[in-house]
T-cell receptor, first 111, second 113 residues
Framework: SQQGEEDPQALSIQEGENATMNCSYKTSINNLQWYRQNSGRGLVHLILIRSNEREKHSGRLRVTLDTSKKSSSLLITASRAADTASYFC???????????FGEGTQLTVNP | DSGVTQTPKHLITATGQRVTLRCSPRSGDLSVYWYQQSLDQGLQFLIQ???????AKGNILERFSAQQFPDLHSELNLSSLELGDSALYFC????????????FGSGTRLTVV
């Protein structure tokens, strides 16, 4: 079963623009994580934000978490063609340690 | 190279057969997770092992089984294979159970014909 739902399912932008992806979830969580997957490859961990944090930055990535709305957003600034990939949010529920992944957002950055 | 090694990378087999997928976690990681990724189901959690013991079970079919060995490598056994089992199977590892990001392997692409 999917815990996270991502929005939009697909996003196409020009190089240099910012990309924002949203994730909503249903249950109480310990943390929320974002991963990137290039086509057919393994997922790469991008950032982890804990339930008591509201915002976190890593390079060109900015993640926000609103536990009252059970939602998170991932902002990629000054996007590059190399950012083209699928992006997944994943939640670690308070009831267990494994991650439950959303269905992902396919981001295409056009040069 | 993520540090998590999965073999084989590709596997083509016939319905009804049995296969074993192998995973070596990143050095120092005690938790191993198996996920199945298919187009219609997304990423589905199958099973987790922590330091040799089963810790959590997800949507794993009875035809599937797994284990983690004393050297912490893990194997996922899939038997009586059906066409619908065709998918990417990922292994991931983390330092502990909970509170850490996962390191994923590059996956095993299983095709059942």
């Amino acid at each position: 079963s999917q815990q996270g739902e991502e929005d939009p399912q697909a996003l196409s932008i020009q190089e240099g623009e910012n990309a924002t992806m949203n994730c909503s979830y249903k249950t109480s969580i310990n943390n929320l994580q974002w991963y990137r997957q290039n086509s057919g490859r393994g997922l790469v961990h991008l950032i982890l934000i804990r339930s008591n944090e509201r915002e976190k930055h890593s390079g060109r990535l900015r993640v926000t978490l609103d536990t009252s709305k059970k939602s998170s957003s991932l902002l990629i600034t000054a996007s590059r063609a190399a950012d083209t990939a699928s992006y997944f949010c994943a939640t670690e529920e308070t009831s267990g340690s494994r991650l439950t992944f959303g269905e992902g957002t396919q981001l295409t950055v056009n040069p | 190279d993520s540090g998590v090694t999965q073999t084989p990378k590709h596997l083509i087999t016939a319905t009804g057969q049995r296969v074993t997928l192998r995973c070596s976690p990143r050095s120092g990681d005690l938790s191993v997770y198996w996920y199945q990724q298919s187009l219609d189901q997304g990423l589905q959690f199958l099973i987790q092992y922590y330091n040799g013991e089963e810790r959590a079970k997800g949507n794993i079919l009875e035809r599937f089984s797994a284990q983690q060995f004393p050297d912490l490598h893990s194997e996922l056994n899939l038997s009586s294979l059906e066409l619908g089992d065709s998918a990417l199977y990922f292994c991931a590892s983390s330092a502990r159970t909970g509170g850490y990001g996962y390191t994923f392997g590059s996956g095993t692409r299983l095709t059942v014909v």
